[in-house]
């Protein structure tokens, strides 16, 4: 069993494919908004990206209000819903772990850290490293707002 | 060795390597920055002090990793620029120029 599997059950399944290599360049906030040159989080350090007006707090809602203004608002669940790009946030204990971006056919498109992207079934990512599902957010495929530039 | 153990700086770099690959392992498929560089591990690197700064800078040099919080930790610098937040690459060249100013890489 490869580390991936081992690290998530689910996916021993086989009902998932790799569709990049490993690397440290971004990870799966950044590819959740659709970016792959820069790691996103809130760190207290202030090291990596997080959108210069929302706060920097390892919370739901500053991950919900991060994406609010990159055009998403709450959504109900995972259907897949003509024009809308969904994406879904993984939480334990009230603070994200990870997220998840819904592709063209449904399933769902994950950066894993600093390992690969993978093409996977949502739930399969459920468990003790990413917690569960925690809110899910759409937006019209053509509403991508631009992030503000920072100070 | 175990790594509890305090390492004399002549097997340092033995115990750094062995904390570095438990890291690595450990922290793969997070991505919290939080997470990662909480990590019993890389904590243990962090507690190395000033002698971790060549051997974290040399990881660099050979690979971009989310070494960054360990030399912010260690050093109370941060040479890179804001645009560059979060661009691993840019940080790690960042951290390779602050090492050659100040006499940390030859």
């Given amino acids: 069993m490869n580390p991936l599997e081992m690290a998530f059950p689910a996916l021993a399944s086989g009902n998932y494919a790799v569709t990049s290599p490993a690397v440290s360049d971004y990870n799966c906030i950044a590819w959740a908004a659709g970016e792959s040159d820069r790691w996103w989080w809130p760190d207290p350090l202030g090291l990596n990206f997080w959108p210069p007006e929302i706060p920097r707090l390892e919370t739901i809602d500053s991950f919900r209000l991060a994406f609010e203004a990159l055009g998403f608002a709450k959504a109900k669940n995972d259907q897949p819903e003509p024009g809308m790009e969904k994406i879904a946030i993984f939480a334990q204990g009230g603070k994200p772990t990870h997220m998840a971006r819904q592709l063209e056919n449904g399933r769902w498109t994950s950066k894993m850290g600093q390992s690969e992207d993978i093409e996977h079934a949502l739930r399969d990512l459920e468990g003790v490293l990413y917690g569960e599902v925690a809110l899910f957010m759409g937006r019209p495929k053509s509403g991508a707002t631009p992030l503000a530039k920072g100070p | ?106």
């Avoid at chain 2, 390597?17 to 690595?24: D, G, K, S, V």
């Avoid at chain 2, 260690?74 to 645009?83: C, S």
Wanted: aromatic residues 10%.
């Fill in chain 2, 1 to 106: 060795m175990s790594l509890s153990t305090l390492a004399p700086p002549c097997q340092l770099a033995a115990l750094f390597q062995e904390l570095a690959t438990r890291w690595r392992q450990e922290t793969a498929f997070l991505s919290s920055t939080t997470e990662i560089a909480t990590h019993p591990a890389y904590q243990r690197i962090i507690g190395f002090g000033p002698q971790a700064i060549p051997l974290i800078l040399a990881e660099l040099k050979k690979k971009p990793e989310p070494w960054f919080w360990a030399l912010t930790a260690i050093t109370g610098e941060n040479p890179v620029a804001t645009d560059d937040q979060g661009k691993v690459q840019a940080m790690a060249k960042a951290w390779l120029n602050w090492g050659h100013e100040n006499g940390w890489l030859a």
